[in-house]
């Protein structure tokens, strides 16, 4: 088996069940090989889980409390890999999400989820009709957590483009829509982050109908998410993921390039405090 490279738990669920399976194991003083003879699994398998290379089943995860002595504690981390707060349409979405190396968003009406401040996405989550007080602290806790994927060591490069709307609709309050842009404009400093905005001068084009979300593993795009009404829904058909790749390219090219978008969003910060 290869050597374990270390484990960042805050970085994902997915990472905290690896790092807390290492833990155990080795407190068992057991190798990876003897501890999947007990589970019935190859010792690949518990490598690869351990390397957060493979997501655990609950089965696997049972197995492990089983195997470990352990009062269900391996399951409970299991439940938080599923995403079970986050709505049961956007679960698939979730676990691509967190295997990617580069992450292209699309968004004509709000802040992609994965940028919004937790006051902002508080009144978006709100806005959905029959939502429960329980159901929005849920959603907007599962929000929340997927921004840690920009805390990795090795984050995903994420490229979003917006259209000028997003950064003029007041969402919640002023003060709400001053913190989340302030937010961007700091997120934008990240290294592997860059917001582009399209310009609402631009004439009509083919991101007026809807967001999307593409992911990459390494160079290569294997899924995406597209927004629809009365929920999106998750894609993995090369032939759907070369349609969104076009339709971005082609958005993209109408937004100010990165520096320049910057500005404008600082423009409209700084018009809102005088």
């Known amino acids: 088996m290869s050597p374990g490279r270390d484990i960042d738990p805050h970085e994902s669920p997915r990472a905290l069940f690896a790092f807390e399976l290492r833990h155990h194991r080795k407190t068992a003083k057991l190798t990876q090989r003897q501890l999947a003879e007990r589970l019935g699994f190859s010792d690949s398998m518990v490598n690869l889980v351990e390397l957060t290379k493979r997501p655990p089943s609950r089965r696997f995860a049972e197995l492990c409390d089983r195997a470990l002595g352990l009062d269900g504690t391996m399951t409970r981390l299991y439940t938080a890999t599923t995403w079970t707060q986050a709505p049961e349409h956007f679960r698939p979405w979730l676990e691509e999400e967190e295997d990617a190396t580069g992450l292209r968003s699309w968004e004509p009406a709000i802040v992609p989820g994965l940028l919004q401040t937790e006051a902002y996405a508080r009144h978006i989550l709100a806005a959905s009709p029959g939502i429960t007080s329980e159901e929005l602290e849920e959603r907007l806790a599962g929000r929340m957590q997927r921004r840690s994927i920009l805390n990795r060591v090795k984050p995903p490069a994420i490229g979003v ?89 082609a958005i993209r090219a109408e937004a100010v390039p990165f520096k320049q978008s910057l500005r404008l969003i600082e423009e409209v910060v700084n018009k809102r405090g005088s």
């Open 161 to 249: 483009v917006i259209d000028e709307a997003v950064i003029r609709r007041i969402v919640g309050s002023a003060a709400v829509m001053d913190e989340q842009l302030r937010f961007l404009l700091e997120i934008a400093q990240h290294p592997q982050v860059t917001i582009q905005v399209v310009p609402w001068t631009t004439d009509v084009h083919c991101g007026l109908v809807g967001g999307f979300i593409i992911a990459e593993r390494n160079g290569s795009a294997y899924a995406a998410y597209a927004e629809a009404q009365p929920y999106g829904r998750t894609v993995d058909d090369h032939t759907t993921i070369a349609r969104l790749i076009r339709r971005y390219d």
